[in-house]
């Protein structure tokens, strides 16, 4: 496994989160490459219900996920949902996605977390290969309305 630091991002570290988050939206939407855009990478580490962690490899960040601290309601306790996680192609398949993961999982120890979850698309073949291999299938769906396409209705 590759040497890496995970460490919780706040709004001083925008301007190397910007092109990670645009390289995420690129392998994303499949368009032409976003800019990196430093103000939304501001508005994103400011967010009141958002956290960022990022993964370090001798000071540049490789990766991130962001995440939610979150109510679980049958039980009262909390849980971790991972929204996001993203490291760069030139980084993987050296352990770092993992490692995010992890130090969530720390987290979630730390903040007494009944579990950490995170919805992923089905289609990353490499990314549901390392899920399945650290985390248990939750038995649900995830589905998506577009709100765009209510409103043509």
Same mark, same amino acid.
């Given at each position: ?15 190397? @989160?910007?092109?990670? &988050? ?9 368009? %032409?490459?976003?800019?990196? /855009? ?11 219900? %958002? ?8 000071? $540049? ?15 009262? @306790?909390?849980?971790?949902?991972? /929204? ?5 192609? $030139? ?7 993992? =490692? ?18 995170? &919805? ?9 290969? @390392?899920?399945?291999? &650290? ?12 709100? /765009?396409?209510?409103?043509? =209705?």
């Amino acid at each position: 496994m590759t040497k890496v630091d995970i460490k919780a991002l706040g709004p001083e570290d925008a301007l190397q @989160l910007a092109p990670l &988050i645009a390289a995420y939206a690129q392998a994303q939407r499949r368009g %032409a490459p976003r800019r990196p /855009d430093q103000f939304y990478a501001e508005r994103i580490l400011n967010d009141r219900t %958002a956290e960022v962690v990022g993964a370090f490899r001798d000071q $540049e960040i490789v990766g991130f996920a962001i995440f939610f601290d979150l109510p679980e309601i049958i039980t009262g @306790l909390r849980v971790g949902q991972i /929204d996001e996680i993203y490291v760069r192609p $030139e980084d993987r398949q050296q352990g770092i996605a993992r =490692r995010i993961i992890e130090s969530l999982v720390n987290e979630g120890q730390s903040r007494g977390w009944m579990e950490l979850r995170w &919805i992923v698309p089905g289609k990353n073949a490499p990314a549901v290969a @390392l899920y399945d291999k &650290i985390a248990e299938p939750a038995g649900w769906k995830g589905y998506v309305i577009p709100i /765009d396409r209510l409103a043509s =209705r």
